[in-house]
């Protein structure tokens, strides 16, 4: 077998390839040397050589390569008859690695064609299989970081809005507190005056009572009676129509204090539901991360 040369990457490889793939490119050329002792080259998407087990041809164009990816032809071979005529070529196949029913480049074995043909298109096979892999890494990646980025500003964003609801909600408290010692309060005032009320009523009927007995002489003091029963009457109803009202407020009060609670519930349980999430998105992270690496290890 022959010695291995290191292989080079030309300095102009393809823009749509990642340098990941081209460092596997690489060890994938070195690997069939190695074990087949076949000379091997990858061409980038304009048809120059990009990795070649001969370090003299990299950065080279290659036009059959060329060729095939403006699509003048479906795969290019060079024959022992042209190789023998031509000393600047050798008797191989090239063929083009398709993503997506798209030409992106070219890999060629140099053998006699019965060989170099199904040996160039199962490494043009699994070279675009390499690539597949590699774009769906990095787009699990990117959207792996995107989305732990996401949940930081919103594990972020929700801290800061827990602190302003904190504070908001411990001030509505407070005023909440406030009113509902007030509307104590009022009701304990609206009790004394129904019961001066009360007493006002009792006395205006003892008294309505002693203006009977005096007759003529109490029929001024049976006035002011009168008007002492019609001025407790209506304070009675007042205080009703007040304890309604101050009910309305109680009542108000207590559903708003139940509407901060239900929301503090809330906010704390979709605080819980944002940090439950994180280390699933950390796990994904990594398990992404991992099968990096282990592709990474492919063909070394």
Same mark, same amino acid.
Not at 54 to 61: A, F, L, N, Q, S
Not at 195 to 198: E, K, L, P, S, Y
């Given at each position: 077998m022959k010695s291995v040369n290191m292989v080079q990457s030309s300095v102009e490889s393809n823009a749509n390839l990642s340098d990941q793939f081209w460092k596997m490119a690489e060890r994938f050329v070195r690997f069939f040397h190695r074990e087949a002792g076949f000379a091997t080259i990858v061409c980038n998407d304009r048809g120059i050589i990009a990795v070649a087990h001969?370090?003299?041809?990299?950065?080279?164009?290659h036009p059959g390569s060329q060729m095939i990816l403006r699509g003048d032809v479906d795969d290019y071979a060079v024959t022992a008859e042209e190789a023998a005529q031509n000393v600047n070529?050798?008797?191989g196949f090239n063929t083009p690695i398709y993503i997506e029913r798209r030409r992106v480049g070219t890999f060629g074995v140099a053998a006699s064609l019965a060989v170099a043909r199904p040996v160039a298109r199962l490494g043009a096979i699994i070279l675009a299989s390499w690539i597949a892999q590699l774009q769906q890494q990095e787009l699990l990646q990117k959207t792996a970081r995107?989305? @732990?980025a996401n949940l930081d500003t919103l594990n972020k964003k929700i801290a800061e809005a827990g602190e302003t609801f904190q504070g908001v909600n411990n001030r509505t408290r407070e005023t909440s507190k406030d009113a509902a010692d007030k509307v104590e309060n009022t009701e304990k005032i609206l009790g004394t005056i129904r019961?001066?009320?009360?007493q006002t009523y009792i006395l205006?009927?003892?008294?309505?009572v002693e203006a009977v007995r005096a007759g003529e002489h109490g029929r001024a003091f049976a006035v002011v009676v009168e008007e002492m029963a019609r001025l407790a009457q209506n304070t009675r109803d007042a205080t009703v129509r007040i304890q309604e009202g101050v009910a309305d407020?109680?009542?108000a009060l207590l559903n708003a204090n139940a509407a901060m609670e239900q929301s503090s519930?809330?906010?704390?349980?979709? @605080?819980?539901m944002v940090q439950a999430v994180t280390p699933m998105v950390n796990l994904l992270k990594t398990s992404i991360n991992q099968l990096e690496e282990s592709f990474k290890d492919t063909m070394t």
């Open positions: 001969d370090r003299t041809r990299v950065g080279k164009e070529v050798k008797e995107e989305v @732990s019961q001066i009320a009360q205006s009927l003892n008294g309505s407020i109680r009542n519930l809330l906010f704390q349980s979709n @605080s819980e």
